[in-house]
């Protein structure tokens, strides 16, 4: 393979040239093109060359993971201005490292130097000559993140050099920056995409340059190594910290308080190289000097570039709303840059002008905007800090933005899913508290945005005020919407109206309580009485037998009693759902939860009550024995039908081809973490060949123009009917519910308006079996038949036709949401909504729009009713001059008195509220023995969405025992 890799790197070393980075000594042209005062001079020979340790000029190709942590760990061995750390293992337990670079005084005093930055960063009674002295003594700190997408190799490659570079460097310029400055270097941040993408690469490489960005060594094949381990995209996760190379990297960068924030990527081949600051819509929790900073650092950016006359832009493409990128350290204070190098994967790329793009200079634009950039910080450090010492007094005082507002999570007896809440909280070093006893406050705003006068905050709510250090990234995170600029949101309209799209590069919405499922209010005001901080409490966990215990029980509010079934069938115990809320030896125990009859296991060979515990130990869960299996009044007994016995899953996603790696990836992630049971991956074209029978639940992630051919499609189809429970999300879900494949009776909505008055009598029913009334007694009981009968069509407004409602609807679609959280209501006494309240927020993205006329389940529908007030209903009609009722959305009609609540967080433009509200999230329907249970979008996202996140758990684990027929084996 050596010989190969000569033979490869002579062959090419001609057509695309070499960096000899060894020594960064330029020619005389390209010396010129250098800032001055960072010219390449004398290198320590002590010091390992990475290119030594390469077998070639670093930028003339690709290193791998091995050789990075080869090199750095070499180099932080041999200089006395690097120290190495490794801050976290990927989940292929790959380390992932960052290096400290500075003069050795400044390494030998890092204790201090956290210490004096932790001051600044929270300076309540900090005086203003304190904060002086402190400025004065502390080095300037930039962190440089490179590649975290793996497949965006150049950072890597570049971060070899700057890191050879400061460490070696025997200039005195280098040596004095040092003395000045602390450079934290993370060459790797993604190693397991790295690998992956090296792997796919390697495969792909032929004896001649390939620079044909069409080619599979561009291109890549499925899942690309963009992703980590399991698929997600590392750069979202700084907020939810999915991953233990995100939770590493912000306790480490936590720690630092890094003035600048470097994150190198690349962007399309043919595009040219990108930097902040970024366009609209920017997030309005910024400090606000991030945009005077981002600026002064562009210019000398730019002026680098124009030295050697490469193209660059700035302000366009990527917008800075979402929080959860590297940006996320910019609400902490620092300044954040993105770089993005256009991608050239080795060799290079040929370019409209004819020209080749190498690898090389890929590596050296990155190189250039980091000696640039550290330049700029050297110069301006002082001021950075006394700029963040005045946002840090600002935001933590009372009369600053964030003084007078708290966020409130009420009590839940979900607990794993609170731990899920506060360990986020945690992660990011929020100041957190808990309700001592009840507090009153004068009014609240609830997650529909509802204000409510005179609201008492519950005893064991968590309380977390936003007058606290890390205010900016609090309400980033916890605040129910982030608003846009009015520009912004004319742009937008626009854009989308002229055919081009939404502007908007991400979501729209991402607050943490929502996507956790969690009730929260905001108050306006500062709570600071009758709280705590916040202590994880010590869990009960496992058995609490009694004597003469007839079974145990788990309650089923808690997410972790799914991972508990689970676990417990896949050891051979069999186990029990509740399907309705009882009360046993005098607890009371919700709807789905988890028991272990001993009646059940007669013949079970193990000690089960040992083996119970252990498992419910494992999992943090308290099981309770109980003795009697009557339960009082007619709430279900034991013996009866609720108490029903689980099938276990034998689960299979299918993979590859167009499925949505991130949607297959999010699922992986919760089978691996929340579940911790077998589960096989099968290759789309499997469908049409594999033996299904091995599967009772089969799941199709969210996909691009899925490839369901009419054999696989057949295959599925029987499966299903003999028994197999089939889930499908986003476009998956869309492609089944094609009028044409007669798969399911769930219709996209576009193919509804045959009969859209079939729709509404489906809501009808739904709607008024809620409201629990019945006709009036003197109809019901009359010997006459009664002539005034009360239909739900007695309305006075008709149906729009056909064309109309697709005109509507061909208007709506233009304005679906990017991605926002939607209001849903939930059906309590469907099975799969176990565990999750009458209100759920669902994250949502557009394209699926999914109907059901009735015969498939609606287990959650977008919209949830809130009653009008008389006097205001009253007026309501006054102005509509007494059209009782005449009120519909589309093909819904809405019940008297009562509106729908849709938008909860992130852009909804009203026509699309109008086009989604009453639609399917989530429908069920039944299909022979088996089932087919779409989502309209993936109900995991980002390991960032347990509220919607436990109906897929309650699918995979309980969809074989409680929605199909099972064959009773003789
Ligand atoms: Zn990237």
Redesign the pocket.
């Known amino acids: 393979m050596r010989l190969l890799t000569f033979l490869f790197i002579t062959a090419i070393g001609p057509a695309i040239g070499n960096i000899n980075a060894d020594t960064l000594k330029p020619t005389e042209s390209e010396a010129l093109k250098y800032p001055p005062s960072l010219l390449p001079g004398n290198y320590n020979p002590a010091i390992t060359t990475p290119s030594s340790v390469l077998g070639f000029p670093v930028g003339s190709r690709t290193s791998t993971t091995d050789q990075i942590v080869e090199i750095i760990t070499k180099i932080a061995s041999e200089s006395e201005r690097v120290s190495l750390t490794e801050y976290a293992r990927s989940h292929e337990d790959r380390p992932l490292y960052y290096l400290v670079i500075s003069s050795p005084e400044n390494l030998a005093r890092i204790p201090e130097v956290k210490a004096d930055l932790a001051r600044l960063a929270d300076p309540r009674g900090l005086s203003e000559a304190e904060g002086n002295t402190i400025i004065d003594r502390l080095p300037a700190v930039a962190w440089f993140g490179h590649s975290i ?1 793996g497949n ?1 190799a150049s950072g890597s490659d570049s971060a070899l050099i700057s890191i050879y570079h400061l460490a070696a460097s025997l200039d005195e310029d280098v040596v004095s920056m040092l003395e000045k400055e602390i450079v934290i270097i993370d060459p790797c941040m993604n190693p397991d995409g790295r690998t992956r993408f090296m792997k796919i690469m390697e495969e792909a490489r032929g004896v001649a340059p390939n620079v044909d960005d069409q080619s599979r060594l561009h291109t890549q094949s499925w899942p690309k190594g963009r992703y980590n381990h399991y698929l997600f995209d590392l ?1 979202r996760d700084y907020i939810h910290g999915a991953h233990p190379e995100t939770r590493g990297k912000v306790a480490a960068m936590n720690e630092w308080y890094p003035q600048l924030v470097i994150d190198a ?2 962007q399309g081949a043919q595009s040219n190289y990108h930097f902040s600051p970024s366009r609209q819509p920017i997030n309005f929790n910024g400090p606000p000097q991030h945009e005077k900073w981002n600026e002064v650092f562009a210019k000398d950016q730019a002026s680098a570039f124009d030295q050697r006359g490469w193209p660059y832009f700035n302000g366009q493409n990527y917008d800075d709303l979402y929080p959860g990128y590297t940006n996320y350290s910019k609400y902490r204070g620092a300044v954040n840059i993105l770089y993005e190098q256009p991608g050239i994967d080795e060799d290079g790329v040929r370019r409209p002008d004819g020209s080749i793009l190498t690898y090389k200079e890929s590596v050296h634009h990155h190189l250039t905007s980091t000696l640039a950039n550290l330049y700029t910080l050297a110069e301006h450090s002082a001021e950075l800090y006394r700029d963040f010492l005045a946002d840090r007094r600002l935001v933590t005082s009372e009369s600053g933005p964030y003084g007078n507002r708290t966020f409130v999570v009420l009590p839940t007896r979900n607990e794993s899913r609170m731990l899920s809440f506060v360990r986020t909280m945690k992660m990011q070093g929020f100041e957190m508290f808990t309700a001592e006893g009840d507090i009153e406050v004068a009014s609240v705003t609830t997650q529909l945005g509802k204000n409510l006068s005179n609201m008492t905050i519950p005893r064991g709510s968590i309380v977390l005020p936003n007058r606290q250090p890390e205010a900016r990234l609090l309400s980033a995170m916890l605040e129910f919407d982030t608003p846009f600029t009015d520009g912004m949101m004319l742009e937008e309209r626009e854009s989308l109206l002229r055919g081009e799209g939404s502007m908007m590069y991400e979501d729209t919405a991402w607050n943490t309580t929502m996507l956790h499922g969690l009730e929260a209010w905001t108050v306006n005001a500062h709570i600071d009485q009758n709280l705590v901080h916040y202590q994880e409490a010590v869990v009960d966990s496992g058995l609490k037998d009694v004597d003469g215990s007839i079974g145990y029980i788990i309650n089923g509010d808690d997410d972790r009693s799914v991972g508990f079934a689970a676990r417990a069938m896949e050891s051979g115990i069999s186990v029990r759902v509740l399907q309705r809320a009882t009360r046993l030896d005098g607890n009371d125990w919700p709807r789905g939860s988890i028991v272990v009859s001993r009646n059940d296991h007669r013949t079970y060979d193990g000690d089960l009550a040992a083996d119970i515990g252990r498992l419910a130990d494992e999992l943090g869960l308290s099981i309770q024995g109980f003795a009697h299996g009557t339960a009082p009044g007619d709430l279900p007994d034991v013996g009866g039908r609720y108490f029903t016995r689980l099938v276990p899953p034998s689960i299979a996603f299918v993979s590859n081809g167009k499925v949505n790696p991130l949607d297959l990836g999010a699922m992986w992630h919760v089978m691996d973490t929340h579940l911790g049971i077998r589960h096989s991956q099968l290759v789309w074209k499997g469908l049409a060949k594999f033996d299904l029978r091995r599967y009772n639940v089969i799941v199709l992630p969210d996909s691009w123009e899925p490839e369901i051919s009419d054999a696989a499609l057949t295959r599925l189809s029987t499966w299903v009917k003999n028994g197999g429970t089939l889930i499908a999300n986003g476009g998956s879900a869309a492609a089944l519910s094609a009028v044409g494949r007669k798969f399911t009776s769930a219709r996209h909505i576009s193919d509804t308006f045959e009969n859209p008055g079939k729709y509404d009598l489906a809501l009808q029913r739904e709607w008024l079996a809620l409201q629990k009334t019945i006709p009036d007694d003197s109809q019901i009981w009359s010997n006459v038949v009664p002539q005034d009968v009360t239909y739900p069509w007695n309305s006075e407004s008709k149906s729009p036709g056909k064309d109309a409602l697709k005109k509507l609807d061909d208007w709506q679609k233009i304005f679906m949401p990017k991605g926002a959280v939607l209001a849903a209501r939930t059906d309590q006494k469907h099975w799969l909504t176990m565990g999750i309240g009458k209100q759920l927020p669902v994250l949502y993205r557009r394209p699926t729009v999914l109907m059901s006329d009735g015969s498939a389940d609606v287990p959650v529908r977008f919209g949830v009713l809130s009653r009008i007030g008389q006097e205001r209903w009253d007026q309501m009609q006054e102005e509509n001059e007494g059209k009782k009722s005449a009120r519909k959305i589309g093909w819904s009609t809405l019940p008297d008195q009562y509106e729908m609540n849709l938008r909860m967080s992130g852009l909804v433009w009203p026509e699309a509220a109008q086009r989604l509200v009453n639609t399917a999230y989530v429908t069920r329907e039944r299909k022979g023995n088996g089932q087919i249970i779409l989502f309209a979008y993936s109900p995991v996202f980002r390991g960032s969405t347990p509220g919607t996140g436990r109906l897929l758990l309650n699918a995979l684990i309980y969809g074989p025992g409680l929605g199909t027929s099972q064959a009773i084996i003789l």
Request: charged share 40%; glycine share 0%; no cysteine.
């Open positions: 997408h965006e750069n990527h690349e």
